[in-house]
């Protein structure tokens, strides 16, 4: 009776705490996922994905790499789908992904994707898409730095970049005001909030309810609202 109860634990406690496999993959710089993750980056001498599935069926998670590009998505699973990986709660389940690059082009994230890094991204340039709730906080280091978030997406960035380009739109959040640019150009749309730094040259437009404000005391500044944008 007590071993049946021993192993019947320890059956119930792997369920709950799961374990990583590690998943094979072509070296990649180009990072695109989708759904039900958290995810962490780590920077290594060899390019590789773990994953550990917790309670969501491992057929459905899909991961291919296609040239330079790795690509983790759930199978036949949208943003707002009541199935098996959602629980009675509607509070939904997480896999969680880590990935380890060599190097870092383009990072693409959407439906609900989580993404962080616990050590600064350091590149000459890179390109970011954040949709459709997804959230990321990243500590960067960059020369030539790209964003494109929208669908209320929670953009948290720290660090530096030379420029700075971003679009926001669509109930976004982007706070970048602890990312010490030189020049940034700025996009904001459709309720979208941004906040930036910029020491040299701030080139900002905003429409339809959306806000922007910025730190840094830019020595070059533009900036051009129409309906209802705010500038501070």
């Known amino acids: 009776m007590r071993a049946t109860i021993t192993i019947a ?47 969501i069926d491992p057929k459905n998670v899909i991961v291919d790499t296609d040239g330079d590009e790795v690509e983790i998505r759930i199978r036949h699973h949208g943003f707002f789908d009541f199935d098996d990986d959602w629980n009675y709660k509607h509070n939904r ?5 880590t990935i380890y690059y060599t ?36 500590n960067l280091q960059v020369k030539d730095l ?24 669509m109930g976004t959040d982007v706070d970048a005001a602890q990312l010490k640019c030189q020049d940034v150009r700025v996009s904001a749309s459709m309720g979208a909030t941004v906040k930036v730094y910029a020491e040299n040259e701030l080139d900002a437009s905003a429409n339809f309810g959306a806000s922007v404000s910025c730190k840094g005391n830019p020595k070059h500044k533009s900036t051009s609202g129409t309906f209802g944008a705010d500038f501070n």
């Open 9 to 55: 634990l320890f059956l119930m406690i792997g369920q709950l705490f799961g374990q990583a496999k590690e998943i094979s993959t072509s070296p990649f710089s180009e990072i695109t996922v989708q759904g039900a993750f958290k995810v962490t980056l780590v920077k290594a001498s060899k390019a590789k994905v773990e994953i550990d599935y917790r309670n």
């Open 93 to 97: 389940t997480y896999a969680t992904l």
């Open 103 to 138: 190097d870092l082009k383009r990072i693409d994230i959407s439906e609900g994707v989580s993404i962080h890094a616990d050590e600064p991204i350091v590149a000459n340039r890179l390109k970011l898409k954040s949709r459709m709730g997804a959230e990321m906080k990243l």
């Open 146 to 169: 790209t964003l494109e978030s929208s669908m209320g997406s929670e953009i948290d960035f720290t660090g530096t970049a030379d420029y700075f380009e971003l679009k926001a739109s």
